[in-house]
C-alpha cells in the first residue's frame, strides 16, 4: 500500500478496505512463500488467487453490488505473476464453474456461511495437488472465460486476514493478521517483513517445539531471535530489500516499545535490528544465481534452537 494508504483508505467502502488489505497480505504470503520453496521442508501447489463467498456477509447482495459479482463466489485476490493471473483472472471476477461442475450446484450455501468458501478452497487445492484446477468465470464485463490452472509450489503456509484484530501472529501453519494491524500503512516490503517473521516460525518447526518443551521464556526469546534473523533471507529470495527487514524495525520499535517489542520473551527492538543487520554480509557471502540470486537458508542459516529434539 501507498505512504498515504490510511488517507486513500477513507475514501473506501469497510468492506473495500479489507479487500485491500486481504489482497495485501495474501500477494505478499504468496510471493515470499514461492520464492521460498526450494528452501522449505515442506510445500504445497498453489495457483495464486483467493476467493469469497457473498453469502458469509451479513448482506450478500449488497456485498455483490459494492464489487459488482455476478454471483457469490468472488476473487478476493489474485497473486503477480501467478498462474491464475496469467489464465487471465482478476480480482472481483465472478467463479462460475471447478471442475466443470457449477459452484452453486455442487456448493450449495450451507450453515455456517463461511464453511462454503472452506470447502470450496479445500476442493481446489485438492485439484491443484492432483496436477491442475479446471476453472470458469466471469470477468469484469460479464465475458464467460475458461482456463486450467497448472500450480506452481510454495512453503506450506496459509495467509489469512483476521477480522476485529490488530495483531501477528503464526500457528505453524497460518500466518495471521489483523486487519488494525498498524503495518498496513507502511510500505509493502516493510510490511512484507513483518508477514516474513511469523512465516519464518513456520518454516523453522517453532510452534511445534514449544510445544514439546513448553513455552519456557528463553525458548521463546530464541525462536523470535531466529525468526528476526531469517527475515532478510525471506526477503531477497523475494525479490524484496532485506535491509526492508531493519527499517521497519526502527520505524515499529520506537513507537510501539510497550508491544512484542518489550516483552522479555522478547529482545530490545535495537537489539534485534543488530541482529538481522549481522544476518546481511551472510547473505552476499552465499548469495548465487545466474538468472536470479538465491539464498540458501535451508543450508547457510544459522539455527540456535535444535527443533528435532
Request: proline share 4%; hydrophobic share 40%; with cysteine.
Amino acid at each position: 500500500m501507498a505512504q498515504d494508504a490510511e488517507a486513500t483508505e477513507r475514501e473506501y467502502h469497510p468492506l473495500e478496505v479489507f479487500q485491500l488489505r486481504e489482497d495485501l497480505l495474501f500477494r505478499v504470503g504468496y510471493r515470499l512463500a514461492t520464492a521460498n520453496a526450494e528452501f522449505c521442508d515442506a510445500t504445497l501447489p498453489v495457483a495464486g488467487m483467493l476467493l469469497h463467498d457473498a453469502e458469509a456477509y451479513g448482506d450478500p447482495a449488497a456485498v455483490r453490488y459494492l464489487f459488482g459479482l455476478k454471483g457469490d463466489i468472488g476473487v478476493q485476490s489474485v497473486a503477480p505473476g501467478s498462474p491464475a493471473e496469467l489464465a487471465g483472472l482478476r480480482r472481483n471476477d465472478t467463479i462460475s464453474a471447478l471442475g466443470g461442475a457449477s459452484v452453486y450446484s455442487r456448493w450449495k450455501s450451507i450453515e455456517p456461511k463461511w464453511k462454503r468458501a472452506h470447502d470450496i478452497r479445500d476442493y481446489i487445492e485438492g485439484q491443484l495437488t492432483s496436477g491442475g484446477l479446471d476453472l470458469d468465470w466471469f470477468d469484469a464485463e460479464g465475458v464467460a472465460r475458461h482456463a486450467l490452472l497448472t500450480p506452481v509450489q510454495a512453503c506450506a503456509s496459509r495467509f489469512e486476514l483476521l477480522t476485529s484484530s490488530s495483531r501477528a501472529s503464526a500457528d505453524g501453519e497460518r500466518v495471521l493478521i489483523g486487519e488494525n494491524f498498524p503495518g498496513f500503512a507502511y510500505q509493502e516490503d516493510e510490511f512484507a517483513a513483518i508477514i516474513a517473521h511469523e512465516m519464518a516460525h513456520n518454516l523453522l518447526g517453532h510452534l511445534d517445539h514449544m510445544r514439546r518443551t513448553g513455552r519456557k521464556r528463553d525458548i521463546v526469546r530464541l525462536t523470535e531471535r531466529e525468526a528476526d534473523r531469517l527475515i532478510p533471507w525471506l526477503l531477497a529470495n523475494a525479490g524484496y530489500d532485506p535491509v526492508a527487514a531493519i527499517r521497519f524495525m526502527r520505524r515499529w520499535g520506537p513507537r510501539h516499545g510497550g508491544w512484542i517489542f518489550r516483552k522479555r520473551t522478547h529482545d530490545g527492538w535495537d537489539e534485534r535490528v543488530e541482529f538481522m543487520e549481522a544476518e546481511l554480509p551472510r547473505l552476499k557471502e552465499v548469495g548465487q544465481g545466474k538468472d536470479r540470486l538465491t539464498y540458501d537458508w535451508s543450508r547457510h542459516f544459522v539455527r540456535e534452537i535444535d527443533t528435532a529434539n
